[in-house]
Nanobody, 125 residues
Framework: QVQLVESGGGLVQAGGSLRLSCAGS????????MGWFRQAPGKEREFVAA????????YYADAVKGRFTISRDNAKNTVYLQMNSLKPEDTAVYYC??????????????????WGKGTLVTVSS
């Protein structure tokens, strides 16, 4: 059974940092492009960042470019999202996602094979 388990969410003040982790089990993570998505109350789930299976390519939404960094450790079957300079508008539930294949470019909600259950990030002003 495939599981993606996120951790690292919490409450942080604006300007602060958090590091999210996503641990995979039941799948060989290096065979999957991995991504992070987020969903704020009353809004649709949106793309945040993605990384290719090999880790050689990364992609970011314009809203987080320069502030967030996605990375992966395939030996640990884990993906990370380092979030710096957090803003109140970053408040959302953050979801880990896996899409079979190496290519992460153009990753969207429709191409995801597995989702985590999410972790809440709250940024206070």
């Amino acid at each position: 059974q495939v599981q993606l388990v996120e951790s690292g969410g919490g409450l942080v003040q604006a300007g602060g940092s958090l590091r999210l982790s996503c641990a995979g089990s039941g799948l060989i993570l290096r065979r999957y492009a991995m991504g992070w998505f987020r969903q704020a109350p009353g809004k649709e789930r949106e793309f945040v960042a993605a990384i290719s299976g090999s880790g050689g390519s990364t992609y970011y939404a314009d809203a987080v470019k320069g502030r967030f960094t996605i990375s992966r450790d395939n030996a640990k079957n884990t993906v990370y999202l380092q979030m710096n300079s957090l803003k109140p508008e970053d408040t959302a539930v953050y979801y880990c996602a896996a899409a079979l294949g190496d290519t992460a470019q153009g990753m969207d909600v429709y191409g995801v094979d597995y989702w985590g259950k999410g972790t809440l990030v709250t940024v206070s002003s």
